[in-house]
Nanobody, 123 residues
Framework: VQLQAYGGGLVQAGGSLRLSCVTSGRTFSTYVMGWFRQAPGKEREFVAAISGSGGSTYYADSVKGRFTISRDGAKNTVYLQMNSLKSEDTAVYYC?????????????????WGQGTLVTVSS
């Protein structure tokens, strides 16, 4: 399974970006998908996750109400819509896939990782 994340860039505070993560393989619909991020000098942290069916979503408190995770099975793609961006959202964002059924926010349980895409929010 290969994951390719893209959509990062430079945006002003208060602006929006949508990240996409395209996944190869025929079992995309069975994977839990997650987004994580790593800010400069900090450890990687959980951002959002979505179940295989798309029926369950989870968010870090820091992004709740501003970010939305979704998935399109026909395109093997998971999205992260980011609104009302803040300077503290600046980070490299990674998508990840988990073969398990239950959604998890634990980084170590994800099996596959994309290469990351940089989001820079200017204040």
């Amino acid at each position: 399974v290969q994951l390719q994340a893209y959509g990062g860039g430079l945006v002003q505070a208060g602006g929006s970006l949508r990240l996409s993560c395209v996944t190869s393989g025929r079992t995309f619909s069975t994977y839990v998908m997650g987004w994580f991020r790593q800010a400069p000098g900090k450890e990687r942290e959980f951002v959002a996750a979505i179940s295989g069916s798309g029926g369950s979503t989870y968010y870090a408190d820091s992004v709740k109400g501003r970010f939305t995770i979704s998935r399109d099975g026909a395109k093997n793609t998971v999205y992260l819509q980011m609104n009302s961006l803040k300077s503290e959202d600046t980070a490299v964002y990674y998508c990840a896939a988990d073969r398990a059924t239950l959604v998890t926010i634990k980084e170590r349980l994800y099996d596959y990782w994309g290469q990351g895409t940089l989001v820079t929010v200017s204040s």
